[in-house]
């Protein structure tokens, strides 16, 4: 089966390919507010040299608003246009694809202020095991968040003393890139059974925006 994968829900805008479970391709920018201006081109260059795909595999978020709506309405649009189905996945999920086997690893994404997104993984194949639902985190990780466990942190909370010290004082940064072909291949055992989404039913995941606020009271 062939499957073409995006993703633009975090730091970096990927377009991936994978060909009978092989990677075939893999497009990164890092500038994911320019997603518009590389996605369409990316994707014409993969179907010009290895043909239309059989299904499609999108990163659904959590993740930035409008990178998210950006890889949601393509992934509908050329279903749509193609006839083929289309699968949405954990944007999260497919970043912990990269995780070194036997390890756990809190991958982090929109960072603003004290809000963030996260997902808590195991690495296993042929997919991470989610160890907790992937969440909106505002200050703190809940309480039943493991700190004092080994794992990686990804994503931007890795990149200061204070934000792994909140993922506990094992906690270790990590460097990895969320790759289309992680989302295709993500997807694609859903796919081959026959499970997947429709251009029409393939909605984004916000979980709910990161820049959580607290009622005062007295204004419900």
């Known amino acids: 089966m062939k499957i073409l994968g995006i993703d633009a829900s975090g730091p970096m805008l990927a377009v991936g390919l994978v060909l009978d479970q092989m990677v075939a391709a893999d497009f990164m920018w890092i500038r994911p507010r320019t997603a518009g201006s590389h996605l369409v081109p990316w ?20 993740g930035s608003f409008t990178g998210v709506r950006i890889a949601v309405t393509a992934a509908k649009a050329l279903a749509y246009a193609w006839n083929i189905p289309v699968k949405g996945v954990s944007s999260l999920q497919a970043w912990a694809m990269q ?3 036997g390890h756990r690893a809190l991958i982090t994404t929109e960072l603003r202020g004290s809000a963030f997104y996260a997902g808590y993984y195991q690495a296993a194949r042929p997919q991470p095991t989610p160890l907790m639902p992937d969440m909106a985190v505002n200050g703190s990780l809940p309480d039943a968040f493991p700190s004092d466990t080994a794992l990686y942190v990804v994503g931007p909370l890795s990149e200061t003393s204070a934000g792994l010290g909140m993922a506990g004082p094992l906690a270790r ?11 295709a291949l993500l997807a694609q055992t859903a ?5 997947s989404d429709t251009a029409e039913t393939l909605a984004p ?16």
């Open 43 to 62: 994707i014409e260059q993969i179907v010009n040299e290895f043909g239309r795909p059989d299904a499609i595999a999108c990163g659904i978020g959590p």
């Open 99 to 101: 995780i070194p086997l």
């Open 173 to 183: 940064p990590l460097t990895i890139a969320l790759l289309g072909s992680s989302v």
């Open 191 to 195: 796919l081959i059974e026959g499970h």
């Open 205 to 220: 995941f916000y979980g709910r925006p990161p820049a959580i606020t607290v009622a005062t009271p007295g204004t419900e």
